[in-house]
């Protein structure tokens, strides 16, 4: 009886509690919990029977990072003048124009925690790149960088959010928020700005309406109900949202892949599941009943198993992701191109619709 009444608060898209919640990932039978998550998508979305895609390109500003990060082997720390790199207007004039012929619309621009650049730096960035490409939408940053740029610049989170957006950011990326657990975030990122700080920047972002997306990366230290409790912090900052402002326009789960990292050193190994990221689509819709659009990430799961997951309460693909090296250089090697992604969301029996980061339709013209 206690799975029925939690199953029909989700179909009403009611608020769950944390042990509603924490039934759903413990004792709910994985098949009801799919068919559950996907009736609620299709009454949550405007065409149950299309599924969106995107063209972008991720640019990394700089590879410099004072995080510590222990998931990410892209990164190096400023001595390592050999490897360090901060990308020029040159490089991003050759990358724009690349994305632009592939009928890209937006640049998901992200760097690291670098000391000397400050919020100088950014504006400058932005508003060349802005002068050269006025119709490029910037997705930009996330909350621990922007919370680094605040604090190295000696301004308030506000105002630094004020004056990269009169720059020319458009959005706020959901990058860096893992798990948003203080005492995972300081096993895995032990330098990087707190979780709370990432909660902060996030809800300064939805006061000012700056569209904002979120994630969780999972599968390393935390426990399936730290993941819980994560999806559970998005909603409750969701809720806090001002009525009418964009707020979190996206979920995006995604594993943590170990090839190389110190984590890996560590001892912490990734174990994919096909089974278990089916469960954190399925109780992401359920639970973050204030959020319209579940992605999934092809990109770390591969095609077969996004495919299912758009049957288990996600409704959108994500981009083809030009030019990814995060993820990629722990181990995940899937790729799409525009064909491509749309030939598995018709073979997942949906079609297909491209769309700009604020999900608006935008015209296929491959």
């Known amino acids: 009886m206690q799975g029925e009444q939690i199953f029909s608060k989700a179909r009403d898209r009611a608020t769950l509690t944390p042990q509603e919640a924490y039934w759903l990932w413990d004792k709910a039978p994985i098949d009801k919990l799919a068919a559950v998550a996907d009736e609620v998508r299709r009454a949550a979305v405007a065409d149950e029977g299309v599924v969106t895609w995107q063209i972008d390109r991720n640019v990394n500003i700089t590879n410099v990072c004072i995080s510590g990060c222990k998931f990410c082997n892209f990164h190096c720390k400023p001595h390592q003048s050999d490897k360090a790199f901060i990308t020029t207007i040159e490089e991003y004039r050759q990358k724009i124009d690349r994305m632009l012929e592939l009928g890209g619309d937006q640049l998901l621009l992200q760097g690291g925690l670098h000391p000397k650049l400050g919020i100088e730096f950014y504006e400058e960035l932005f508003s060349e790149l802005k002068r050269l490409y006025p119709a490029v939408r910037l997705h930009a940053l996330g909350a621990p960088e922007v919370a680094h740029i605040a604090r190295i610049s000696n301004l308030s989170t506000r105002r630094t959010l004020e004056r990269l957006v009169a720059a020319g950011l458009d959005s706020l990326p959901g990058a860096g928020a893992e798990i948003l657990d203080e005492g995972v975030r300081r096993a895995i990122s032990p330098a990087k700005p707190s979780a709370q700080e990432w909660v902060d920047v996030m809800h300064e972002a939805h006061l000012m309406n700056l569209p904002t997306s979120a994630t969780m990366m999972y599968g390393h230290v935390e426990t399936p109900h730290q993941r819980i409790d994560h999806l559970l912090t998005i909603r409750d900052l969701q809720a806090r949202c ?100 749309q030939q598995a969301i018709r073979e997942a029996g949906f079609t297909p619709r491209l769309r700009d980061q604020l999900y608006r339709p935008r015209e296929w013209k491959g």
Do not use: C
Not at 250 to 259: L, N
Not at 316 to 321: A, K, L, Q, R, Y
Not at 332 to 341: K, Y
């Open 242 to 341: 001002p009525e009418g402002n964009w707020g979190f326009i996206a979920f995006i789960p995604w594993i943590f892949r170990s090839t190389g990292t110190r984590l890996e050193q560590e001892g912490v190994r990734s174990h994919f599941s096909p089974l278990e990221y089916i469960r954190i689509i399925a109780v992401s819709r359920l639970i973050l009943n204030n959020i319209r659009n579940i992605q999934a990430s092809w990109l770390t799961v591969g095609k077969a198993t996004a495919q299912v997951a758009l049957h288990s309460g996600a409704n959108d693909m994500g981009s083809i992701m030009i030019e990814e090296n995060v993820v990629s250089s722990a181990g995940a090697h899937n790729q799409f191109d525009a064909e491509g992604i």
